[in-house]
């Protein structure tokens, strides 16, 4: 089993929240973190914020295993695309072209208007919570 990270979804909130107030023009719209996304029997829902560039988050029973973005000409959906695919049974994800140190069990996603803020929101994450999963910028 992974390292536990006691990184939650609270914690998460919270930081983006720091980040907010710390980096963005207060005139700027919100950020919004989404609701949670269970990664079981939900193939046929569309992922939150799917068309948006912005930053998601994937949560296993360790905690917070990875944090990653989608910005400029990708999406939140194309890049979610790249780690889970539909399962052998049809309805529940399968994790790919990852070695994840926990299984994912969820995840949420943070919509940035301006797709160059991806980028920032998601190193200020990284470098607060040092996610298992993310091989750069956790150390």
Known sequence: MAEKNWWNLDKLEQMV???CL???NPK???LKISKIYYLENKW???WPNADSAGVYAIFGKSGLLYIGKASLKNSIGNRLADYF???N???NFAKK???WSDDPTYFVTIATRLSWEAPALEEFLILQAKPVDNTIGNK
Do not use: F, I, M, T
């Open 17 to 19: 929240e720091c980040y």
């Open 22 to 24: 710390a980096y963005r």
């Open 28 to 30: 700027l719209e919100p």
């Open 44 to 46: 046929n829902e569309q």
């Open 85 to 87: 695919e539909q399962g």
């Open 89 to 91: 049974d049809g309805n």
């Open 97 to 99: 072209k990852h070695n």
